[in-house]
């Protein structure tokens, strides 16, 4: 029989084998999968709204409240500070009476979106969420402009680099019951490597590994016809699965 430096010994073995296995620990409840309500859609790095907006306006005509955020110094500021704005939102829609949110997270977005389920419990808050070319393990480009240009490398820049303190914080699986489809591309030019979009926890999709044919490049993610298909069928009334097959497109 144990005595109590044995119980204690025993005690921590487990949180620490819970938290090896066990991503970011958030056991609270979850939203419903069968109620879809807002999606919020984080822009990257620069903050432009543009190519988002318009993956907006199809989710809309899908019948979809769909909202593009803007973000803080144009998305080139400190990625939790980002973060807390995403939070903010996410609270606005569901004391509005959203019965959950959506999120799809563009490029830094993703990491934004990856900060905020780490640091606001948003495992606990978002029914799904979709990264599209999210440098969540960094991108070489951040990695020369802190080098070689640190005056031109803002704050989000420098949490970008490869091996950044920040992203090793949110490097741990992802928690469970929150289904996250990530997509990209291997065309990425921005991104370097492009399975840096690679989440453990996620449902992970190189584009090409369903649609050969396609030359998306990392800006024609968020409006690229077979994305925005995967997109739509991810956010939707069934369950989130690995696609099968490459979508139909008009």
Not at 84 to 102: E, K, M, N, R
Not at 171 to 178: I, K, N, Q, V
Not at 216 to 240: Q, R
Request: net charge negative; proline share 8%.
């Amino acid at each position: 029989m144990l005595g109590g430096a044995g119980l204690v010994a025993v005690a921590l073995l487990v949180l620490v084998g819970v938290r090896l296995l066990g991503g970011d620990q958030d056991d609270g409840p979850r939203p419903d999968q069968a109620r879809p309500g807002t999606i919020l859609l984080v822009p990257g790095y620069g903050g432009n709204r543009a190519a988002l907006t318009e993956l907006a306006g199809r989710l809309t005509a899908e019948g979809r409240t769909a909202q593009v955020l803007t973000l803080p110094g144009e998305g080139t500021g400190a990625l939790e500070e980002q973060a807390g704005v995403l939070d903010a939102a996410v609270t606005d829609a569901l004391a509005g009476g959203a019965p959950s949110v959506d999120v799809i997270g563009y490029s830094a977005g993703g990491v934004v979106t990856r900060i905020w389920v780490k640091d606001h419990r948003g495992a606990e808050k978002a029914r799904r969420v979709v990264s599209l070319g999210s440098p969540l393990h960094g991108t070489r480009l951040a990695g020369l402009g802190a080098s070689f240009a640190r005056a031109q490398c803002p704050a989000a820049c420098q949490e970008l680099v490869p091996g950044s303190d920040l992203l090793d914080s949110i490097d741990d699986r992802l928690p469970a019951g929150l289904p996250w489809l990530s997509i990209w591309t291997t065309n990425d030019e921005t991104v370097q490597p492009p399975d840096s979009a690679r989440l453990d926890g996620a449902i992970n999709l190189p584009l090409q590994t369903l649609c050969p044919a396609a030359r998306t490049t990392h800006s024609g993610l968020p409006t690229d016809p077979y994305v925005t298909a995967l997109v739509i069928e991810a956010l939707g009334d069934d369950p989130l699965t690995e696609p099968a097959s490459c979508p139909a497109v008009r």
